[in-house]
């Protein structure tokens, strides 16, 4: 198994241009979700999706949106990318605990986004 | 959701068992408490949970007090490839969410 995978894996975009980020799992989890982290801090919470077909804004949604493809793949666009949007983003996703409690995430390696 | 108040940074030598604090004084009835391990350049990694007293796995032990006010992560005889970020979460059952991370604690294991 792979886990998370992510691409890229580094992007610089001009301010203004448009892009999407690419998140996949084959652990055949329900939940998936989209973080960034600045330097030196910790994770905000972009957007998540429970399941296939459903997404509900987190923390720091605006500037982005997001598509859950499939049960696999949720991705998060850059309409208009802006300077501020230059972070580290992860995806993750989760599945229940057959011990209870919190669903246990699972991260992807990150894409490295710089916006001149 | 419970906020959650960590030391910053904390040093310790090899061999040495540490222990990391989280505060999290609104903790709901039906809220767990998770640890996370981040390396540098890596997403976050699950480490431990629980929900009252003691709970133990082959990386670390988890202490949490009668109150669930706060808890404690303890790492027995860390080696330098602890060097992480350690991150304490507080959220419910499944079907919650909105994990709020927080800055977490910077744990450095010197020779």
């Known amino acids: 198994n792979a886990g998370v995978t992510q691409t890229p894996k580094f992007q610089v975009l001009k301010t203004g241009q448009s892009m999407t980020l690419q998140c996949a799992q084959d652990?055949?989890?329900?939940?998936m979700y989209w973080y960034r982290q600045d330097p030196g801090m910790g994770l905000r919470l972009i957007y998540y999706s429970a399941s296939e077909g459903t997404t509900d804004k987190g923390e720091v949604p605006n500037g982005y949106n997001v598509s859950r493809l499939n049960k696999r793949e949720f991705s998060l666009r850059l309409e208009s990318a802006a300077p501020s949007q230059t972070s580290v983003y992860f995806c993750?996703?989760?599945?229940?605990?057959?011990?209870?409690?919190?669903?246990?995430?699972?991260f992807g390696p990150g894409t490295r986004l710089l916006v001149l | 959701l419970a906020k959650t108040t960590q030391p910053i940074s904390m040093d310790s030598y090899e061999g040495q068992e540490v222990n990391i604090t989280c505060s999290h004084n609104?903790?709901?009835?039906?809220?767990?408490i998770t640890w996370y391990q981040q390396f540098p350049s890596q997403g976050p990694r699950f480490i431990i949970q629980?929900?009252?007293t003691k709970v133990t796995n082959e990386v670390a032990s988890l202490f949490i007090p009668a109150d669930r006010k706060s808890s404690t992560l303890s790492l027995p005889r860390v080696s330098l490839s602890d060097t992480a970020v350690y991150y304490c979460l507080v959220g419910g059952l499944s079907g919650t969410y909105k994990y709020i991370f927080g800055t977490g604690t910077r744990l450095k294991v010197l020779a």
């Open positions: 993750a996703s989760s599945e229940v605990r057959t011990s209870g409690g919190q669903e246990t995430q699972y």
């Open positions: 609104n903790i709901a009835t039906n809220d767990y």
């Open positions: 629980g929900y009252k």
């Open positions: 652990m055949n989890h329900n939940s």
